[in-house]
């Protein structure tokens, strides 16, 4: 079983929320568990916080139409009994010193990255030097009794 969307945001805080449903609408109509359905959803609307808040220019790289300086994008992967979510924004990106650490620090900002660490299995950050920054996570997905579409 494989499932996957994407959408294209507006960097609002009100964007949020609706990945968040989305995915655990997703999730629970794959007949995911509840638990880890909850642990992405929170790490997602992380990522997305930090797309909101850091993620955008005032002027529109060559090449990239306003729309997209003021916009996120988000993709998530259900393949097999593994889920992977990348949010990517059009921002300055990372600091080189957030990108080089395994693991974000507890320090006044970074915050969020830290719990997208803690409440997945694996995290990416990578800058796209001009474009911006990519926050990619996954995690092992564990299937409720009566899920119809349990990976097999």
């Known amino acids: 079983m494989s499932i996957w969307w994407s959408l294209h945001l507006r960097r609002e805080a009100a964007s949020v929320p609706l990945a968040r449903r989305l995915l655990l ?28 808040e850091h993620g955008g220019r005032t002027v529109a790289p060559l090449g990239r139409d306003a729309q997209d300086a003021g916009a996120y994008h988000v993709t998530a992967y259900l393949d097999g009994d593994r889920c992977r979510i990348e949010v990517s924004d059009s921002g300055p990106g990372f600091p080189a010193a957030t990108v080089a650490r395994r693991r974000p620090s507890l320090a006044e900002s970074g915050r969020g990255l830290h719990l997208i660490a803690e409440l997945s299995d694996h995290v990416r950050l990578r800058n796209r030097p001009g474009r911006g920054a990519v ?18």
């Open 25 to 52: 609408g997703t999730m629970e109509t794959a007949g995911v568990d509840p638990d880890i359905s909850f642990d992405l959803a929170v790490a997602l609307s992380e990522a997305c916080a930090n797309a909101v």
């Open 135 to 152: 926050v990619s996570f996954d995690k092992m997905l564990k299937w409720r009794d009566d899920s119809l579409l349990k990976a097999s």
